[in-house]
């Protein structure tokens, strides 16, 4: 995958993660009379919001010094995906226990707010887990050549040279 987009895509979806979650856990909390939500069921949504925001908040730190990674060795940036991968791995049963609020009798508003969490959640797992494919699994010779194509194009950008006006 491109670097570029690999670090677009991971900052638009953690932080939209972020900001969706957020928007859950604050309306569960103040608008608890109005939709008929009991206090498990908030506290279910609450403790789910906050694992996705400590979730979110690592990939957006991740995606902000990923420019810092992938001038590094190749061997550094490897050992880089083998942690995302396990860190993903890690997240991929909340999407689980996301859906079982599907099967809960929850307002409209709140059940398409988890429906677009769950629908962020699962394009930045698949995000996330085709870049750690292509760190780990691909085949050596193939991924240090992308590695480097990446580096000369996004991170070792040549000078350009003005054109003298000797004439």
């Given at each position: 995958?491109?670097f ?9 979806l953690?932080?939209?993660?972020l900001?969706?979650?957020?928007t ?20 279910f ?123």
């Amino acid at each position: 995958m491109d670097f570029k987009d690999f670090k677009d895509g991971l900052t638009s979806l953690s932080l939209i993660i972020l900001f969706f979650s957020l928007t859950l856990l604050i309306g569960s909390i103040v608008l608890k009379s109005y939709i008929g939500l009991r206090a498990q069921e908030r506290d279910f949504i609450v403790i789910l919001c906050s694992i996705n925001l400590i979730f979110s908040s690592y990939y957006l730190w991740n995606a902000l010094r990923l420019k810092k990674i992938f001038k590094l060795e190749n061997r550094n940036i490897i050992k880089f995906g083998k942690v995302m991968g396990v860190v993903t791995i890690f997240y991929i049963p909340h999407i689980f226990l996301l859906t079982s609020l599907f099967l809960r009798e929850l307002h409209n508003l709140e059940m398409m707010m988890i429906f677009l969490i769950f629908l962020m959640e699962l394009i930045l797992i698949g995000l996330v887990l085709k870049e750690v494919y292509d760190l780990i699994f691909l085949e050596e010779s193939k991924r240090d050549f992308r590695l480097e194509v990446n580096r000369k194009m996004y991170i070792e950008r040549e000078k350009v040279s003005i054109p003298n006006e000797d004439q």
